[in-house]
């Protein structure tokens, strides 16, 4: 039996498919509704103090002063932007941020896949989950306070670091006023802070991998080394891909409130960023256009990084965000 199908009925395919789905996704809702709520927060979070905030970058294009009309008196274009590129800081504060982000993403990247496949390897449930809840609470703990702890281990005269090095050399560090070590501190600490939290996205993507690849490749007579470099890597290189494109992506981005605290005019030499020189120009000199075109800069610059590391991602391993 012949079934004719006109170009009608090709051409209303598509609407009813729409419509279904969009019934498909109603009726979700309705079964799930206390999960869809649990949305409602961070999407009012991202709209209050990432979308609607973004109207005020009109700023960078006009000339805002305190007191002023919100969005500023006068249209000056692309003035503010010219006197950034110009300035002689300039070249220091962005040699400084990707040189700092560059140096902490190729050296801590690693970390978190290093330290999910050591605790995969681990047999003992309980030790397994002990160690992963220590590894990740620093994580939690306030940017204020590792600041603090970070001046405390390192204090001339009492911190732990400066009393071993008199012990063993008899002479003490003042790293704090030292801009050769702020490099060394910022990475120091920021793995420290984000290993155990990292690896939680690795351990979740080793838990997908079938075990009965494991199995053969034991049966081949394959060593561990071989399981983690031809089952265990491959198996979660997606997701190294994806965590290393969103990396990417914030290379303009500075960890600024550690920075802040940790930095001082002895060390702005390596530890002045954009960021920081942002704060600076805004609310201590209160040039609020000139630091709304910093900050749009910046941003900029971050978006075609992570659009360059996404192309070249799908170029060559076939995974990208979209």
Same mark, same amino acid.
């Given at each position: 039996?012949?079934?004719?199908? %006109? ?6 395919? *598509?609407?009813?498919?729409? &419509?279904?789905?969009?019934?498909? %996704? ?15 927060? *961070? ?17 960078? #294009? ?5 007191? /002023?009309?919100?969005?500023?008196? @006068? ?10 590129? !110009? ?6 504060? =962005? ?19 290093? #330290? $999910?496949? =050591? =605790? ?12 992963? %809840? ?17 001046? @405390?281990?390192?204090?001339?005269? %009492? ?6 090095? &008199?012990?063993? !050399? ?6 704090? $006023? @030292?801009? $050769? ?8 600490? +920021? ?19 079938? *075990?009965?690849?494991? @199995? ?7 060593? &561990? ?9 491959? +198996? ?24 802040? =605290?940790?930095?001082? *005019?002895?060390?702005?030499? !390596? ?10 120009? +805004? ?11 910093? /900050? ?5 610059? +971050?978006?075609?990084?992570? /659009? ?5 991602? &799908? ?8």
């Amino acid at each position: 039996m012949n079934v004719e199908v %006109t170009n009608k009925e090709f051409i209303e395919l *598509p609407s009813m498919n729409e &419509k279904s789905n969009f019934k498909k %996704t109603l009726k979700a809702i309705r079964k799930d509704w206390q999960l869809y709520s649990l949305l409602i927060l *961070p999407l009012a979070h991202y709209l209050i103090f990432r979308y609607i905030p973004m109207y005020g970058n009109i700023i960078a #294009f006009r000339k805002y002063y305190p007191g /002023g009309p919100v969005y500023g008196s @006068e249209w000056v274009g692309l003035r503010y932007f010219k006197m950034f590129l !110009t300035d002689p800081t300039f070249w220091k504060v =962005l040699k400084n941020t990707i040189i700092l982000n560059v140096e902490y993403l190729v050296i801590s990247f690693p970390f978190p896949i290093i #330290f $999910a496949l =050591l =605790l995969n390897e681990l047999r003992n449930q309980l030790f397994k989950r002990f160690v992963q %809840t220590v590894s990740y609470l620093p994580h939690f703990i306030s940017v204020v306070i590792v600041a603090g702890m970070i001046m @405390e281990l390192l204090s001339p005269s %009492t911190g732990v670091v400066n009393i071993i090095l &008199k012990h063993f !050399t008899g002479k003490t560090i003042n790293f704090l $006023a @030292e801009a $050769a070590w702020f490099r060394t501190i910022y990475i120091v600490s +920021g793995i420290w802070q984000g290993m155990g939290w990292g690896a939680i996205i690795y351990l979740a993507a080793l838990s997908n991998i079938n *075990p009965e690849l494991y @199995e053969a490749a034991i049966i081949d007579g394959a060593n &561990k080394w071989q399981q983690i470099r031809y089952i265990t890597i491959p +198996g979660i290189m997606p997701t190294i891909m994806i965590l290393l494109i969103l990396n990417i992506g914030n290379l303009m981005n500075s960890a600024f409130e550690k920075i802040l =605290l940790l930095y001082n *005019p002895l060390t702005y030499e !390596t530890a002045d960023v954009i960021s920081t020189y942002l704060y600076r120009m +805004g609310l201590e000199m209160n040039n609020f256009s000139y630091a709304a075109a910093i /900050g749009m800069f910046e941003s900029i610059i +971050g978006l075609i990084l992570l /659009g360059t590391a996404n192309y070249i991602s &799908k170029r060559l391993t076939e995974t990208s965000l979209w």
